[in-house]
Structure formats: C-alpha cells, structure tokens
C-alpha cells in the first residue's frame, strides 16, 4: 500500500487534468481495498459502499482522460457553488453524481467498450443495496441473498483495481 492519501486531497479538472486522474485513480485503489477488506469482515451494506466509491472514482478518473467525449454529451456551461462558470463536462467529471454514472459510462464506451457500462451497473446495483439492504422480494434491492452480493462486490472491486493498474500504464501515481 502507498502513502496515505489526505481526506481533503481534491483536484478539479479545471486545476489540472493529470493531478485530478491520478489522484482519482488512487482514490478507486485504496476505495477497492477497504471494500475487500470490510468484506472479510462481514460487513456487507460497508463494502458495498466501497466498491461502489472506488468505481465512481475510477469512471471520474476515465472520464477526465477524454474529456472531449464527455463534453459530447454534456456540452454548455453551469455556475459551481462559489458562481463561477464552468463548463459543464467538467462539473460532471469533478462530482460524477450517481444519477449521471450510466450515461457517462455510454459516452466511454467508445474508448473502454462495454464492460465500462456493465461494470458501471453492477457498481449502481451495489450502491442500491447500501442503502436498502437484502430484499427477497426483489423489489427495493435487486439483492436477495448476501453470495450474489460478495459475489459482486468481490469481482467490482478486483476490476476495479485491474483498470487501475491498466490506467496508471499511461500515467504513474
């Protein structure tokens, strides 16, 4: 494991591109580790979470390297919370709030293909049942026993690190 990364460590796009992936992508790393390790520990509903946040913080980190494919999509400019205008890929980038995770997964697939969508849904999955638990109705969860969970949280968090890795090949932590 590397140094420890600082709470309040934050990089926008629009303060540099490259500090933003790769702090990013060591934010997916260290995310995927704690949600095997909370795993381990039985702690279902926490690793969940986890998986979920290294993903996010992966598909950020993807979405800041082509950019120019996420500006397809989200052309125009917003006002931040300060007032200032920025564009408004690059707030999608900065926040890649959860309600725009699938579509900008679709704006990469040219660049990653379809395991970055497929990825992206078991991630949005996961991210469900950390707030609403099991279900076995299947109705407020897609979860309805805790082996499909681990199942899941288990290969998101090693393709998690796997693209990691396949991503700081372009660029080094």
């Known amino acids: 494991m590397g140094p420890p990364i600082c709470a309040m460590t934050y990089a926008p796009p629009w303060r540099g591109t490259s500090q933003c992936i790769r702090l990013r992508l060591e934010e997916a790393l260290r995310e995927a580790e704690l949600a095997l390790k909370f795993l381990e520990q039985g702690l279902h509903r926490n690793a969940a979470g986890k998986a979920f946040q290294a993903w996010k ?30 564009s408004r890929a690059d707030m999608v980038i900065a926040l ?6 699938r579509e900008v997964a679709s704006a990469l697939e040219e660049a990653y293909g379809k395991e970055l969508i497929y990825l992206t849904d078991i991630a949005l999955n996961l991210h469900e049942f950390r707030y609403n638990g099991l279900d076995p109705e299947g109705v407020v969860s897609r979860y309805t026993n805790l082996e499909d969970v681990e199942r899941d949280v288990k290969y998101l968090a090693e393709k998690t690190m796997e693209w990691v890795r396949k991503e700081t090949s372009y660029q080094t932590i």
């Open 96 to 101: 890649m709030p959860t309600t725009r995770m």
């Open 57 to 86: 913080a992966l598909l950020a980190a993807a979405a800041a390297r082509h950019r120019e494919a996420v500006a397809r999509r989200y052309a125009g400019a917003v006002r931040d919370k300060t007032g200032r205008l920025r």
